[in-house]
């Protein structure tokens, strides 16, 4: 309990023997709490006491004592006069507030009047506390995302007025004040809240008065997420019969939940559906270990990242759709003897990615890199380069290709020629045979359709044949040959062979094929004019 005491009251107290006689003008205020025990005092200087003591509260006499007839107050009664004439109250209840007077007599029967005002305290209480906008937790703590904007408020009834304040305990700052104010009410508003803005803030309410105060703490997490998506990861497992499958997502807070699972195709396909779930777990990884069995080409495997600072509708994952490999090149070779010669081998599609080497001979004996051969790898191409090459390294190479799901070889056939072998005359004389054999080859399937047409075999015959192609591939050369289907049987060894092809080609190129000028010139007019074939190439 705290008293006032006005400075005029002091004076007069000062002064009391001369002012006895008057009609009395003290005037004390004083605040009570519930429950405090309070002393209206009356006759306040020297210590005689008075023979007769009233007291009357807003008109009506509350309490009366008289010191020749003491009559003791029954234990238990609240409201008491002291010998001194003070007035006490043993248990201020709201409902006490009001201006008392009292009135003493002196010995020597002076009167002595005092005024007492008497307010009872209230509060602080009622202290609420709202943040927001945030999601609650089981246990009440709060949850925002970073980034987001967030109000504080509390209020509080006190009387007489209280002093609230704002109060931050965080992982930086140990009690840090954020704002105050006497008042019942206090704001305020973090804007973009970032992870240090995370911690305890409470609201504490004080009446000055009483020195009561209350307070009201509250715990806000502010969560977050990286931008990125998850990382999928694949590896090889010990057991060659699975397969490692690892999912990464770094940044978040508090860690998400990442789920392995398949995306449903069997269903419409704009909606994606969950197929089997292989693994869940509250983690920044999580690894997942697949039998190859459940592995089937074209499957979908996705990891996904749940947390609560994502907004919904929004989703974090990663995902890759499983391919077997398919090992691309040139099937066929030529090296010169004591040359070196580079074999490629392109492994672009396979996911996860294959493991991808260079085998020799049927026996797919391993290639170990060293004075014959090196080997390089840029991006999805493999190399293998022979160095010297002679005729012991002819024969069959394999680019073996291996993931998950498949094993896949391209079979390389190295054919090595001895240098003696080429010679600028034999190209020329070859070439000059070849030129006087193709125009025998033209003139006599002239000659043979011309023969059809004579027979009146129609002319749907040789619309099917109009627009071939017909292309001599000589193999005895120092390029390589290429040729579309990617796993011919190796050529037998050391003989020059002569590849004819007959492609189709669309007769819009049947003009350009024309004016190239390699059609033999026929007699016959009326060939000439029906010639399905246009055009040889060497
Ligand atoms: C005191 O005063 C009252 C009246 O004011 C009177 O009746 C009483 O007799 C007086 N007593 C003494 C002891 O003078
Ligand atoms: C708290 O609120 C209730 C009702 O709203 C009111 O009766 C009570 O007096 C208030 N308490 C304080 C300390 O203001
Ligand atoms: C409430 O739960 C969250 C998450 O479970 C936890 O981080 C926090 O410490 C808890 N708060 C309290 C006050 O127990
Ligand atoms: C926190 O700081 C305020 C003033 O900034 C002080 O009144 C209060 O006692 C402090 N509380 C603690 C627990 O240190
Ligand atoms: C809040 O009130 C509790 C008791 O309710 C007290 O232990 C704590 O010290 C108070 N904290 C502040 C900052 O006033
Ligand atoms: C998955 O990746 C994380 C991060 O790179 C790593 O710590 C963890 O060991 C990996 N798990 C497995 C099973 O490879
Ligand atoms: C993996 O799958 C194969 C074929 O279904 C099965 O024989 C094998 O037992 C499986 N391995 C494990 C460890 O489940
Ligand atoms: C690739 O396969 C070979 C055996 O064919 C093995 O020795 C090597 O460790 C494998 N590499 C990887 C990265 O798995
Ligand atoms: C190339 O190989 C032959 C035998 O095959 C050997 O005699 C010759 O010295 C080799 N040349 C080089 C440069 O290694």
């Known amino acids: 309990m705290k008293i006032l005491t006005t400075a005029a009251f002091l004076h007069l107290c000062l002064c009391a023997t001369a002012a006895v006689s008057d009609s009395g003008a003290t005037e004390t205020a004083l605040w009570a709490a519930p429950g405090d025990i309070a002393t209206l005092p009356c006759y306040t200087v020297g210590n005689v006491t008075p023979t007769l003591t009233s007291w009357v509260k807003n008109g009506r006499a509350v309490m009366r004592s008289d010191a020749s007839s003491p009559s003791p107050s029954p234990a238990g009664q609240r409201l008491v006069v002291t010998n001194d004439g003070s007035l006490q109250i043993r248990s201020v209840m709201p409902g006490d507030e009001g201006t008392y007077l009292c009135s003493s007599t002196l010995p020597g029967n002076n009167t002595f009047h005092a005024r007492v005002s008497l307010q009872v ?12 906008p945030a999601t609650a937790l089981s246990n009440g703590t709060l949850v925002v995302s970073r980034g987001s904007s967030v109000s504080f408020h ?47 803030y409470s609201c504490r309410a004080h009446n000055p008065v009483s020195d009561q105060a209350v307070n009201k703490s509250t715990q806000l997490l502010v969560y977050y997420v990286p931008d990125r998506h ?16 690892n999912c990464t997502w770094f940044g978040a807070y508090p860690a998400p939940t990442l789920r392995w699972g398949d995306d449903d195709h069997r269903g419409d396909p704009g909606a994606r559906s969950i197929g089997s779930i292989y693994a869940s777990d509250t983690a920044e990884s999580l690894s997942v270990t697949l039998n190859r069995s459940m592995l089937t080409d074209g499957q979908t495997l996705r990891c996904t990242a749940q947390h609560r600072a994502l907004a919904p509708g929004t989703e974090k994952s990663c995902s890759f759709t499983l391919k077997p490999p398919y090992p691309e090149g040139e099937p066929l070779v030529t090296a010169l003897e004591a040359t070196s010669v580079t074999l490629t081998c392109t492994e672009a599609v ?5 493991n991808t080497t260079w085998r020799k001979g049927l026996q797919q004996e391993d290639i170990v890199p060293g004075s014959k051969y090196v080997l390089s790898e840029e991006g999805p191409v493999l190399q293998l380069k022979i160095l010297n090459v002679s005729k012991d390294d002819e024969g069959v190479y394999f680019c073996r290709s291996e993931n998950p799901l498949a094993v896949r070889e391209l079979e390389v056939y190295l054919t090595v020629k001895t240098s003696s072998a080429y010679t600028g005359a034999i190209l020329g004389v070859f070439i000059a045979a070849l030129i006087v054999g193709c125009a025998a080859i033209v003139a006599k399937t002239f000659y043979f359709n011309r023969h059809r047409i004579c027979l009146g075999d129609g002319f749907g015959h040789m619309e099917e044949d109009r627009g071939d192609v017909m292309s001599l591939v000589e193999s005895d050369d120092e390029q390589i040959f290429q040729d579309a289907v990617p796993r011919l049987p190796p050529l037998t060894n050391g003989h020059q062979t002569t590849l004819v092809q007959i492609h189709r080609i669309p007769s819009t190129d049947h003009e350009d094929a024309e004016t190239a000028g390699t059609r033999p010139q026929q ?15 060497f």
């Open 121 to 132: 305290t209230s509060g602080p209480g009622n202290l609420s506390v709202s943040i927001g």
């Open 154 to 200: 509390c209020s509080g009834s006190s009387h007489p007025s209280q002093q609230l304040s704002w109060a931050f305990r965080g992982a930086s700052s140990s009690n840090e004040s954020l704002a105050s104010t006497s008042g019942s009410w206090l704001d305020f508003r973090i804007e973009d809240a970032q992870p240090s803005a995370q911690g305890v």
């Open 230 to 245: 998850p990382e999928c990861m694949w590896a090889p497992a010990q057991d060659p019969s699975h397969f490692h499958f």
């Open 350 to 354: 396979s996911l996860p990615p294959a």
């Open 523 to 537: 007699q016959d007019d009326t060939v000439q004019t029906e010639e399905p074939v246009d055009l040889v190439t």
